[in-house]
């Protein structure tokens, strides 16, 4: 089930990346066009605003994995282990709220995307708001998955002083 895991999360970490490659290409294009030959492209702004959510949802994912959002660590130090790990556990219980939550009103909202297109890609808006319950559902399984000890921090290789 690990081994099931770690390939998932690798998978989420390479589309992150070509996500945020292909955001970080289309801005260069774009500024080397506008500012070089005083010309752009007209779906820039959309494509890089629309894979900018996946990249925010997919990349969220990753970054609770590897323990790299806001945390209650520091409350068990100092009160302890025991308030630690109370501490952690209502954190994990209001995240999994918010995330079954933010789920369900995008579920509900998505079905009125279907019939939206994006101005310049004509694409179905509906494909850019299925990030937001993909994302939640991941990130819900993450926190679960640490909790029954099935998910493991893959923290960067970068002491924190350097981040």
Do not use: C, K
Request: charged content about 15%; proline content about 2%.
């Amino acid at each position: 089930m690990r081994a099931l895991v770690r390939g998932a999360t690798r998978i989420l970490e390479a589309l992150t990346l070509v996500g945020i490659s292909a955001v970080f290409l289309t801005v260069v294009v774009e500024v080397v066009l506008r500012y070089g030959f005083g010309s752009s492209l007209i779906f820039t702004e959309e494509l890089t605003r629309y894979t900018m959510v996946w990249v925010a949802f997919l990349g969220g994912v990753v970054a609770l994995r590897d323990g790299a959002h806001v945390a209650t660590g520091g409350i068990g130090d100092r009160f302890g282990p025991t308030v630690g790990r109370i501490a952690s556990l209502v954190a994990d219980g209001l995240a999994l709220l918010f995330l079954l939550t933010l789920t369900w009103a995008s579920l509900q909202t998505l079905p009125n995307q279907r019939d939206q297109f994006t101005t310049t890609l004509h694409v179905s808006i509906f494909w850019f708001y299925l990030a937001i319950p993909v994302g939640a559902v991941l990130m819900a399984l993450v926190i679960v998955g640490r909790r029954f000890g099935l998910v493991e921090a893959q923290g960067s290789d970068l002491p924190i002083e350097d981040l």
